[in-house]
């Protein structure tokens, strides 16, 4: 598998993920009544089991795996860092940017693609990092 497909591939299982991811947050915070942070939470865990399988099945499944609670531990913990990463970008251009929906707006994206990179490279380099030879 060429290192484009494995970007497409992760790319897809984000993507589909965070559409389930952001629906289950809208719907846990408005129709269940749940606190803001309570449907993040939620929303967060079940995004990141959902892209955790979608990744190991999909994106990287030609490469040898850790078993599943390791791995899946691991892919926790890189998505939490991944999530710090974008809070933070998002969080540190909102202080030298003007607080415009434009500019929020355009915080926002920055601190997704971090998460992003952060994210692909964490599990490229660690969370999948066991290649079949």
Not at 89 to 109: D, E, K, M, R, T
Request: proline share 2%; charged share 10%.
């Amino acid at each position: 598998m060429t290192p484009n497909n494995e970007v497409m591939r992760f790319l897809l299982v984000g993507g589909s993920v965070f559409f389930i991811d952001m629906t289950l947050f809208i719907a846990l915070y408005q129709w269940e009544g749940l606190t803001v942070f309570q449907a993040r939470l939620i929303a967060f865990l079940v995004a990141t089991m959902l892209t955790w399988l979608g990744n190991r099945c999909f994106t990287f499944r030609h490469r040898s795996q850790l078993n599943k609670g390791p791995q899946f531990t691991i892919a926790l913990v890189v998505s939490c860092f991944a999530a710090g990463v974008n809070l933070g970008v998002f969080y540190l251009l909102g202080l030298f940017l003007p607080a415009n929906i434009i500019f929020a707006a355009s915080s926002l994206a920055i601190g997704v693609l971090a998460g992003l990179v952060v994210n692909w490279c964490g599990s490229t380099w660690v969370t999948y990092r066991h290649i079949k030879e």
